[in-house]
């Protein structure tokens, strides 16, 4: 598969450009920007997927039973918001199914070890709750019509923060199905999903103890143990930054270090585009190539998030560098490769200054693919998986333990 930093990126057209309006959230909470942009067209085959496919829900995680486990598939379509009912019609969202506690309740039941729905084209997430349900709001977005506002389980505020819960996205559209496991905003529910059609790709899946091995190995990190949340989730370092959790300056030293080395010497960024070649010039890190792109010094919230400085335009140029720049800097390879991407996961996060929550995210699963951070799908390290082709989708609770 092509590295997908090097296709045409938008980093807020995520998992709902394909499907019209954007879901409205919290003040608090912005959709992960990354995975699923530009995907319409791809594939090259000449077929279409189908009008819609199963979608089974697998309880395997040996702690909830099906009465204690709640499943929500909300999204777009057809540029309306919209949920998925039981029996695979799409609803649209509507202000009169808040209830009396000012909460939609939207939750679809599982029965028996594996349930499944049929999942028709849209974009969107599939969350799972366990023990409460969660609290969605049917509101009014800025164009009057009625919106969902979405969980943020980084928010102590939110209604869900004390609720164990977390999710999936996904596109389904004529160009096929295009899906990840996310821990961009946090982790807590180990989730493995599974895609068929012309091929059969799993990903995702956390390997026996990753889960205790992650909240763990962040609890004992240096500046990152105020992230773990019980034993709930993990929040990630840019959400924790906002919050006051994690120190805005955490990487300063390190990007302080990067623009310092690259002042006298290049680094050279290969994109689908071509080859890049930068040096920081006065207060800019500045590259000549297929065109001339140029990137301030980065914050540490920006790095985290891949915004800001390194917010990635989808213009086939600066997008795909600022993109490589983030993966970098998250990995902290840009210092030990003057070559970027790198593509060999054994030169990771090996400096103290690092994001040891991504690393602690790819540690913990089988294949080493995690969304730990906004562009971890540089070079293909992100729990992401497509098919032009698909027939069907599992979604697993895997085992806590």
């Avoid at 310092?260 to 920081?280: E, I, M, P, Q």
């Avoid at 000549?288 to 790095?303: E, L, M």
Wanted: proline share 5%.
């Amino acid at each position: 598969m092509t590295p997908r930093h090097q296709r045409t990126l938008g980093r807020r057209k995520l998992l709902l450009t394909l499907g019209g309006a954007a879901v409205a959230l919290p003040a608090a909470a912005a959709l992960a920007p990354h995975a699923l942009a530009g995907q319409s067209g791809e594939g090259g085959s000449g077929t279409k997927a189908a009008a819609s496919l199963p979608l089974t829900i697998v309880n395997n995680n040996g702690s909830f039973d099906n009465a204690s486990v709640h499943v929500y598939v909300v999204g777009n379509a057809d540029g309306r918001q919209v949920r998925l009912t039981p029996d695979g019609t799409l609803a649209p969202i509507d202000l009169a199914d808040n209830g009396a506690d000012g909460f939609t309740d939207y939750a679809i039941s599982l029965s028996g070890i594996e349930t499944t729905l049929s999942l028709p084209h849209m974009s969107g997430r599939i969350y799972v709750a366990l023990g409460e349900k969660l609290k969605f709001k049917a509101v009014t977005d800025g164009n009057g019509a009625a919106a969902l506002q979405y969980p943020a389980g980084w928010v102590s505020s939110d209604p869900n923060f004390g609720v164990l819960h977390d999710c999936a996205e996904f596109t389904y559209n004529s160009a096929g199905l295009f899906c990840n496991t996310t821990m961009v905003d946090m982790f807590s529910v180990p989730l493995s999903i599974r895609l068929t059609g012309a091929d059969d790709r799993t990903t995702g899946t956390v390997r026996p103890g990753g889960r205790a091995a992650a909240f763990a190995a962040v609890k004992e990190t240096e500046g990152f143990s105020r992230l773990v949340v019980d034993d709930t989730r993990i929040i990630a370092p840019g959400h924790g930054l906002d919050a006051g959790l994690f120190a805005e300056d955490y990487l300063a030293p390190y990007i302080d270090e990067v623009w310092s080395t690259y002042t006298g010497r290049d680094l050279k960024v290969t994109t689908n585009a071509g080859t890049f070649t930068g040096r920081v010039r006065g207060d800019r890190f500045t590259f000549d190539g297929p065109a001339q792109v140029a990137f301030d010094k980065p914050s540490t919230r920006d790095v985290l998030f891949c915004d800001g400085a390194l917010a990635a335009p989808n213009d086939g140029t600066t997008g795909p560098v600022a993109a490589v720049l983030g993966a970098g800097f998250n990995r902290s390879t840009l210092l030990s490769h003057p070559e970027q991407p790198t593509a060999d996961p054994a030169q990771f996060y090996l400096t103290e200054l690092t994001n040891h929550y991504s690393k602690a995210m790819h540690a913990a699963t089988e294949d080493g693919k995690a969304y730990g951070f906004a562009f971890d799908d540089v070079a293909d390290f992100a729990s992401y998986i497509q098919d032009t082709a698909p027939t069907a989708l599992r979604l697993t609770l895997t085992p806590f333990e």
